[in-house]
């Protein structure tokens, strides 16, 4: 079993940053994908960045330039550095993780930009 536990997050204007987290716990392979999604209200759950264990990397347009994920394979961790913020990147923001074929999700974090 894995659990995944987020943070970070919080309110932030437009044009600040902010940094979440989320560390993997349990049975932990040496290959896995990890991922940030978001959920904006009235909106489907779309992925945001992803990163393999190698560390590759891949972003939605939507943040392209302005988000990087990164990870600590040592701690099972996945970072979400976000930068030049919009209001439109508001959303419940979820870690995920992949091993096996087996998808694991964080509880969610909530992240609001005011304008």
């Known amino acids: 079993q894995v659990q995944l536990v987020e943070s970070g997050g919080g309110l932030v204007q437009a044009g600040g940053s902010l940094g979440l987290s989320c560390a993997a716990s349990?049975?932990?392979?040496?290959?896995?994908?990890m991922a940030w999604y978001r959920q904006a209200p009235g909106k489907q759950r779309e992925r945001v960045a992803i990163?393999?264990?190698?560390?590759?990397?891949n972003y939605a347009d939507a943040v392209k330039g302005r988000f990087t994920i990164s990870r600590d394979n040592a701690k099972n961790t996945v970072y979400l550095q976000m930068n030049s913020l919009k209001p439109e990147d508001t959303a419940v923001y979820y870690c995920?993780?992949?091993?096996?074929?087996?998808?694991?999700w964080g509880q969610g974090t909530q992240v609001t930009v005011s304008s």
């Open positions: 995920n993780l992949e091993q096996l074929g087996k998808t694991y």
């Open positions: 990163i393999i264990t190698g560390g590759h990397t």
């Open positions: 349990g049975t932990i392979f040496n290959y896995n994908v």
